[in-house]
């Protein structure tokens, strides 16, 4: 399942972003919640975060009702 949740992330991410090849997607475990960290491109960060966070909540969002779906708890960060 975490796989999945992975998976969605970097497909997502490559969708958006100029520099596919550069997205890196990684997940940990935190006190009993799965944190995938996404990295992009310097140049593409604005395309992944988008005008006022509205991209970056989308794939929160996205990532939330999937993982409610399979009863786990997963936070997305963008890290630069």
Do not use: C, W, Y
């Not at 998976?7 to 090849?21: G, M, Q």
């Not at 944190?35 to 794939?59: F, H, N, T």
């Amino acid at each position: 399942m975490k796989q999945t949740m992975v998976e969605l992330v970097s497909a997502i991410a490559k969708s958006l972003v100029e520099h596919p090849d550069a997205v890196q997607v990684t997940e940990s475990l935190s006190n009993g919640t799965t944190v995938i960290q996404l990295k992009v491109a310097s140049e593409d960060m604005g395309k992944v975060i988008g005008k006022q966070g509205r991209i970056a909540k989308a794939i929160r969002t996205v990532v939330k009702a999937a993982a409610t779906k399979a009863n786990a708890k997963v936070v997305v960060e963008i890290v630069q």
